[in-house]
């Protein structure tokens, strides 16, 4: 029985030992020799005494005394115990020690030896390695936090949470109990919560940056994540949040930002507009004087293409433009020009020189660089500079025209003069013979009638002269028009000198109109004088005289020469004469004194004209100047 | 043979008067028209020994008066050539030039003295003038 009892203990794992109560070794199993290195046979140690056992083998445990005391002491306490012993070679053990009792007397004392040196072995190097990674965790210099699917915390390192004690109580908590126990506000749970959410729903990394104040009073700017992670049964296992201190590339780009805004505010100051744009045309970079120039307004321009931004360049430049960007494309040399760009508010024209070229940068490739001048000032003046000189050459045109049409004019009545005075000294000189062919009293009436053109001449280059220095005087009087017409027209053209007879017809009775008689008499022995001058051979001109809107309308016709479309305007410059005026002789002032009479009398001239058909003058002056 | 005129061609009335007079005080018959086409038409119905002509004139400008007669001479249309004066306020070096360039045999400018006019109608009509 024995026996068989020691072949069955021989096969367990555990080393084996079974004390009598009065600690004599009833029984002990192979393994137990094996692991205490006892050379024996089980049945050799049968009756052997355990406290000298103990006293010969103590040597073998890492801590002897501690053996000896526990081999003495634990069987006292008549209890069943468990606890860890390691041996001095290093193995480790469970020892187990049962006292066996029966009908409450002490049969015997079993003690069992598991060696679990392979699990305590594979227990420390999994507590390292916790302690390693722990330690990493902690020194990372990033918040790390490990929410459960619910955002609770399941980890914390110390850099999100220094005190022990805090990081310790957080575990389980979510970030509501967390802001509450700091005295936070609360809008910091709910935000997290919703990045929290949305990193669940969306299963996507979620980022934000956070501000904090920091200690020394400025901000802490915080990068913060959330990210979930889904296990191999695609579950969200737990999410890892991190937090890292993003002050450094915060306060780059502030001082990126600020050299940038610095460097926009000295190109915002040049008076020149600057630019880039791509090769596709659209804009990248732009300054204030670019936008002012192109009248864009203040707004954000960036990405626009040219043909947004040329919306107010006159469309003729634009093709001109096109042009050159396309030029500088292909060539990639730089293109300059000048363009004109609408103000649509004003009105106004502005003058832009552009100059274009093409640049390599780092950051954007090959792109079109320009700078643009306002050049309006320069341009108006030499424009107006152009003008004047045109005017003074024009001015200098009439002049010569005048001249040489004055002297024209001046030389006929003066070959009268001069012959009839020959004559006349010819009467007296050669006799009655000649005398009597010569009716004389016709000769001298003719001086005076010479004398009197010249003077008209003269009257009407001194007009001019007043006009230019504006010295006529205006003096409307009451007039009875029928009259008036009646006199002026008896005594300048009743009847032509070349025989036809001026058509007159006044409507109505225009008894009560103020007029400078003197004024409108030049006037009508203008606009008359010229119908007749102006078609020879033809009808007889008309005048026709009534009233219209409040006005006196002086209209006068001819089926003469007519004037070509394009001179009409010139018509009333002094010394301008048609260029259809052929042989007719003329100094090219009647009008320009007509036009003069009206604009005293606050009234006005307008003429309709076709060539070779005649023309039709329409004096318009208020009825009551006073 | 029948005595040849002089024939003006002047717009002017009081011009033409004037010329009337000189000629009749010079015994000179004088033809007088007030335009370019009524003076070529003359030329063609009247004796004419020599021709004053304006230039402004109100249809035909005087140097193409003086081309069509010219014209005419060469194609035989009249017979010889026929002395032909400017008289016109045109007193331009350039304008004389003008004229003469155009064939006319003298150019005279306004205001002219009668004396001038008298001594060139003996040269080109010697045997018309009784002074």
């Not at chain 1, 026996?3 to 002990?28: H, P, Y």
Request: with cysteine; proline share 3%; hydrophobic share 40%.
């Amino acid at each position: 029985m024995v026996n068989t009892m020691q072949l069955v203990f021989n096969t367990f794992s555990s080393g084996l030992l079974v004390e009598d109560a009065d600690r004599k070794i009833m029984f002990v199993n192979k393994k137990f020799l094996n692991i205490f290195d006892i050379h024996a046979e089980p049945e050799d140690l049968t009756g052997a005494d355990c406290a000298v056992a103990a006293q010969q083998s103590m040597h073998l445990f890492k801590d002897p005394e501690q053996f000896l005391k526990d081999a003495a002491d634990i069987p006292l306490q008549g209890i069943e115990q468990k606890d860890q012993v390691q041996l001095a070679d290093g193995r480790y053990f469970i020892r187990k020690y049962s006292p066996i009792f029966e009908n409450g007397k002490l049969l015997c004392h079993v003690w069992n030896y598991e060696e679990i040196t392979i699990l305590k072995n594979k227990e420390d190097e999994l507590r390292q390695q916790k302690e390693f990674f722990h330690t990493v965790l902690d020194e990372i210099p990033a918040d790390i936090a490990i929410f459960s699917p619910q955002h609770r915390y399941i980890y914390l390192n110390k850099t999100a949470i220094k005190s022990d004690g805090i990081r310790k109580w957080m575990i389980g908590k979510d970030d509501y109990e967390y802001v509450e126990m700091r005295g936070l506000d609360i809008s910091i749970a709910h935000d997290r919560r919703a990045k929290f959410n949305k990193a669940k729903e969306t299963r996507q990394a979620q980022s934000w940056v956070s501000e904090h104040p920091a200690p020394d009073g400025g901000t802490n700017y915080v990068l913060r994540i959330f990210y979930p992670y889904f296990n191999a049964k695609d579950e969200l296992e737990f999410v890892i949040g991190y937090g890292v201190n993003i002050n450094q590339q915060k306060e780059s780009e502030l001082a990126v930002e600020q050299e940038k805004e610095r460097f926009s505010t000295l190109v915002d100051t040049l008076n020149d507009g600057v630019f880039q744009m791509t090769f596709d045309a659209e804009i990248q970079l732009f300054n204030k004087a670019f936008l002012k120039m192109m009248h864009l307004g203040e707004i954000d321009i960036t990405g626009q293409y040219r043909k947004e931004i040329m919306s107010n360049v006159y469309p003729e430049d634009k093709k001109l433009l096109y042009a050159a960007f396309d030029t500088l494309k292909e060539t990639q040399e730089p293109q300059q020009g000048m363009f004109k760009r609408l103000n649509p508010f004003t009105g106004e024209t502005a003058y832009i020189e552009y100059y274009i070229w093409h640049r390599h940068t780092q950051a954007d490739g090959d792109v079109v660089a320009g700078r643009l001048s306002d050049v309006t000032e320069r341009e108006t003046r030499e424009h107006s500079m152009q003008r004047l000189i045109t005017k003074e050459k024009e001015l200098n045109n009439l002049k010569s025209h005048f001249i040489h049409i004055t002297s024209h004019e001046l030389r006929t009545p003066l070959s009268v003069i001069m012959s009839s005075a020959e004559i006349l000294e010819m009467c007296e000189t050669q006799g009655e013979e000649v005398a009597a062919l010569i009716d004389t009293a016709s000769m001298t009436s003719g001086i005076v009638k010479e004398v009197n053109r010249i003077t008209d001449i003269l009257d009407e280059l001194l007009m001019v002269g007043r006009i230019e220095s504006g010295k006529i005087k205006f003096d409307p009087v009451q007039v009875d028009v029928k009259e008036y017409i009646d006199t002026i027209t008896r005594e300048l053209f009743l009847p032509h000198q070349d025989g036809r007879n001026l058509q007159i017809k006044v409507d109505g009775d225009l008894d009560n109109v103020y007029i400078d008689k003197s004024l409108v008499r030049h006037a009508v022995n203008n606009l008359v004088g010229n119908a007749f001058k102006y078609s020879p051979g033809k009808e007889a001109p008309e005048l026709h005289v009534y009233e219209h809107d409040g006005q006196l309308v002086i209209e006068v016709k001819d089926h003469g020469i007519g004037i070509p479309k394009n001179e009409l305007n010139s018509l009333f410059t002094s010394f301008y004469r048609a260029s259809n005026v052929g042989n007719i002789s003329g100094t090219g002032i009647g009008l320009m004194v007509v036009e003069h009479v009206a604009k005293t009398h606050n009234g006005t001239i307008k003429v309709k004209s076709k060539q070779a058909e005649g023309s039709v003058f329409t004096m318009q002056l208020p009825l009551r100047n006073k | 043979m029948s005595k040849r005129k002089v024939l003006v061609i002047e717009d002017d009335p009081g011009i033409a008067k004037m010329l009337k007079s000189i000629f009749l005080i010079a015994g000179v018959d004088i033809v007088h028209a007030d335009t370019g086409r009524k003076g070529l038409d003359m030329l063609g119905s009247e004796q004419i020994g020599m021709i004053i002509c304006d230039i402004m004139l109100p249809d035909i400008i005087g140097y193409d008066i003086l081309k069509q007669i010219r014209t005419a001479e060469k194609t035989g249309h009249i017979e010889k050539h026929t002395p032909f004066v400017f008289l016109t306020a045109f007193a331009d070096p350039a304008d004389i030039q003008r004229g003469m360039d155009a064939g006319a045999d003298k150019y005279l400018t306004k205001p002219f003295a009668a004396g001038t006019l008298l001594d060139t109608i003996k040269e080109y009509m010697p045997d018309e003038t009784n002074f």
